[in-house]
């Protein structure tokens, strides 16, 4: 009762067409399928950095007696500046 038959959709073509032109009608489609080409590619790179395991930086852990070195050193680098 309130569908759309298949007459009013050819009517409706044809009247796009005549308003729009095949020339724009095509790169429009054109436009349209690219887009959806790169969002596809997009959300299939997501997939692939999302199944790869986060990698943690490359810190060595280190004891209280080499991070005490690291502070002396610290204020030795801070006396020579000083002197200079």
């Not at 796009?16 to 095949?22: D, E, I, K, R, S």
């Not at 991070?67 to 500046?81: G, N």
Request: hydrophobic share 35%.
């Amino acid at each position: 009762m309130g569908g759309i038959s298949i007459w009013q959709l050819l009517i409706i073509a044809v009247i796009v067409v005549l308003l729009f032109g095949t020339k724009k009608l095509g790169s429009i489609g054109s436009d349209l399928g690219a887009s959806i080409k790169g969002f596809k590619k997009a959300m299939g790179d997501e997939d692939k950095h999302e199944k790869k395991p986060a990698e943690d930086a490359d810190f060595s852990t280190k004891t209280l007696a080499e991070k005490q070195d690291d502070v002396k050193t610290d204020e030795e680098k801070r006396r020579d500046k000083e002197q200079v």
